[in-house]
């Protein structure tokens, strides 16, 4: 399906903890998806993309690495298509990134990450939406 072919990507350094950086991403269970129920709590990446929840399916929470790596390193963990790499860099450029600790890749087309960008998102920065491998 086209709209899955489409990957939303962050990048980044982090100095949080794996279980800190993790907790970013975690969905609550516990009111067994009813989002109306006042106790549901959105999780720190929902809050951020503007989304009650995301499909675990699509996204790609690589752990992060202890110290920082090469961007073509990173994108080897990404599911973007390596002709968009050369893009991806530079946009990496723009941001001053040029290694890095942590990737995070969600495919979903009809994703439209809330503008402004935000500065943080859990360290690491949104590039944008590329096409997938």
């Given at each position: 399906?086209?709209?899955?072919?489409?990957?939303?990507?962050?990048?980044?350094?982090?100095?949080?903890?794996?279980?800190?950086?993790?907790?970013?991403f975690?969905?609550d269970?516990s009111?067994?998806?009813d989002?109306?129920?006042?106790?549901?709590?959105?999780?720190?990446?929902?809050?951020?993309?503007?989304?009650?929840?995301?499909?675990?399916?699509?996204?790609?929470?690589?752990?992060r690495?202890?110290?920082?790596?090469?961007?073509?390193?990173?994108?080897?963990?990404?599911?973007?298509?390596?002709?968009?790499?050369?893009?991806?860099?530079?946009?990496?450029?723009?941001?001053?990134?040029?290694?890095?600790?942590?990737?995070?890749?969600?495919?979903?087309?009809?994703?439209?990450?809330?503008?402004?960008?935000?500065?943080?998102?859990?360290?690491?920065?949104?590039?944008?939406?590329?096409?997938g491998?």
């Amino acid at each position: 399906m086209e709209r899955y072919n489409k990957i939303h990507l962050w990048i980044g350094t982090t100095n949080k903890t794996e279980a800190e950086y993790q907790q970013y991403f975690e969905l609550d269970y516990s009111t067994e998806g009813d989002f109306e129920t006042p106790n549901y709590k959105l999780c720190p990446f929902c809050q951020d993309i503007g989304k009650q929840w995301y499909d675990q399916d699509f996204i790609g929470i690589i752990p992060r690495f202890e110290n920082e790596i090469s961007l073509d390193e990173i994108l080897e963990h990404s599911s973007t298509d390596p002709a968009e790499w050369e893009k991806i860099k530079s946009i990496c450029k723009d941001y001053n990134i040029e290694k890095a600790n942590a990737i995070l890749w969600y495919a979903d087309g009809e994703l439209a990450v809330p503008k402004p960008y935000k500065e943080d998102y859990n360290g690491l920065k949104y590039i944008g939406m590329f096409e997938g491998d």
